[in-house]
């Protein structure tokens, strides 16, 4: 099809024309920021007079923006005026008039949509640098290590201009240093390290120990990849746990059915059950009569665990194996998702799966989800590719509003339809014949995967037809900013996992402009449109020529996992592609379907964590009161009339008797969190008894946020009541807290909790077995 063929194509136009249309139309959860565009023409104006200023008189201006108030278009023309010209000349980048929209929009309190390539790092310099001149904290949120330290360099001699100061807290930096990177004027981190570093506050035993003070503006790069697709992310801070008892293992036996085909796996590769024969191979494994009675319950949910291992966590598609470690892959990014654990059991099991030495066991101390920590700032902007296609999600959960940008120049990328073919087979074999086409011709060609398996399949193929393709997925995520930088030149073919979050554009060499820029080929779609934006995304980066297209095909997961097809389509041509227009609206509306469901689980986890939230508010509340007023603490252990206050409220003894208090608070807390997750678990089964899972949870979690102060009081009491005189520590009192912590991150499990498998299970049933079936007479 021929580039007048493309545009002409209805299909084609409206994939152009649609993310357009909501650029320009008020629809929920957008804003028109064209409002702003007086003020933009203002700050030009300004930024022109501003030449004429030697670099002394612009740096007294700067000094001048200190009384910044951002809801004064006049102090924010003055303020975008100077930054721009301090830009030019510290950073020899001069803002675009697209860039000082966007900037001029999130000092506002909007989100913008940027398209990639559009220069979203100098956005962020200019926000920062104008919430912290109006006497903000700011914390810009990157979305990796690397990011955070690099646009802190490099944003620094801006923030020096203004008279701020900026650091980066990333990996490797101890307590120290940590306290004072956070003591800045700007932070740049990653949304984990400051949940991380929040978690490690609520250890700490004095006031003077804090590492991040109170959350106020936040700056969010990739907003809805932070927001979205992490949300649900528990960050876990755990200490040393107890062995567990030493029992026989499941795993072996587990292995050993696998020939013997004693399990079996639904249609969808989500849910895995042993069969009659497989029960009755454990109970003769294991010696046991009856596997299903109470005293054998942890041996069952243990081979179920090992089960499901076994025969669902595919390696290279769920996580990889390197340096002796089961490592994590992150689905919403491609790339290794460091300090990455998988619950109940779930890992060891992987790891005894995979033959390599089991993680010791961690006891959980505290959690909170990412978009806790979120939710945690005093305000919120942000900023993204696909934030448009997020905006619906972004008012509902945070009431943010999101506007579009236009890019700076206009956009030729050339979107292509997908070309939908029988098998995934034949879908390769196409792309693969439309790569070796497009790297003769001179063309860089980018090719999105949906795992690290499939990055490598894919580049053996291409390799088969002589086309040496260099692969960045999970394993060699290290090099990606090489990789990347590459992408775009003369020839060159990149076979990659997701590129959400990257921070690298691909940048065209001349030559490969004259061949026609960059193709990217996505090989089936993601559950989500929004990541096939930007992978999309990645041609077409300032007016470069490009073209994207994805090749589908009716095995891809996203299809087989959603959706049940009861017909065949009419047309079909000799290499397998599908001409039946209605199996495209079929492969939507699946993709939809899985949209749907991502979005019913981010909103049942939220309700269920909501009192948790709440409840950890109350206890930090506590907590902070003990540290900086022990006394009055302490004094409201004792009843009335007891001479214990007098004994453990001097300055002597006052310092030991906060930690035990601050110790059998915590230990609650734990336990109390531990309680809720148990619970969690089994609730769904209340559903059953005709009750709301929901509401008895809730019920539940009250009843024992009840009970904490008090038992905490109470072990505080007892503690100290039998306490020696001479005893100076925890230790003493025959108290230990961990010798060491660590933080981690809890993936969800791919194919969803216990619960989230009962409920689906409850709607197939009542539906019909299996997923949506779709047939046409």
Known sequence: MGRLEQLRDPSSWWRRSARLVRRFRQEPGTANLRRFDPLVGAVVRERAALRELDDRALSERAGLTAELKPADDGDLVRFLAVASEVARRRLRLEPFEVQLLAAASMLRGHVVDMETGEGKT?????????????????????????LAGRDARAGAPLFAAFGLSCAAVVDGLDDADRRAAYGRDVVYATVHQVGFDLLRDRQRIEDGQRLVPALDAAVIDEIDAVLLDDALVPLVIAGEGEPPPEEASPAGVVTA??????????????????????????????????????????LLTAAHVALHAHALMERDVHYIVAGGRVRLINDARGRVADRQRWPAGLHAAIERKEGIEVTAPAEVLDQMLVETVARGYRSITGMSGTALDASV?????????????????????????????????????????????????GRPVLIGTASVADSERFAALLADRGVDAVVLNAKNDAAEAEIIARAGEH???????????????????????????????????????RLDHQLRGRAGRQGDPGSSAFYTSLDDDVVTEHLVINMDPRTVDADG??????????????????????????????????????????????????????ADYLTRVWPAGSDQPQRWTSPSRRRLATEVALYHLDRAWTRHLNLLAEVREGIHLRVLGRQDPLDEFNLIAADDLRTLAHTAAAATRQTLDTASDNATTLADLGLHRPSSTWTYMVSDNPFGSEADRFFEFIGQAVRGSGPPAISYT
Do not use: W
């Not at 920062?128 to 290590?145: C, P, Q, W, Y």
């Open 122 to 146: 100098l956005v962020g310099f200019l926000v920062a640098a104008g919430l912290a001149v109006s006497g903000r904290r700011v914390h810009v949120l990157s979305a990796n290590d690397y």
């Open 577 to 630: 592609r599908v001409r039946d227009k209605r199996f495209r609206q079929i492969y939507e509306h699946a993709q939809r379907i899985a949209e749907g469901k991502l979005l019913q689980l981010h909103r049942t986890t939220r309700r269920y964590h909501t009192a948790t939230d709440h409840h950890r508010r109350l206890l930090l509340d506590t907590r902070d009161r003990l540290l900086t007023d022990p």
């Open 393 to 441: 999600r972004l008012a509902e959960d945070l009431d943010l509003r999101t506007g579009a940008v236009p890019t700076n120049r206009p956009g030729v990328r050339v979107d292509e339809p997908d070309r939908l073919y029988l098998t995934a087979g034949e879908r390769d074999a196409a792309a693969a014949e439309r790569v070796r086409a497009a790297h003769a011709a």
């Open 257 to 298: 059915m696998v020939a013997g085909a004693e399990y079996e796996v639904d249609g969808e590769r989500r849910n895995v059950s042993f069969t009659e024969a497989g029960i009755a191979a454990l109970e003769a494994h294991f010696g046991v009569a009856d596997l299903y009675a109470e005293e054998h319950v942890g």
């Open 491 to 529: 020839a060159a073919v990149t076979v990659s996992t997701q590129m959400a979050g990257r921070g690298v554009d691909i940048r065209l060499a001349p030559r490969a402009v004259t061949a026609g820029g960059l193709l990217v080929l996505g090989l089936g779609r993601y559950d989500s449109a």
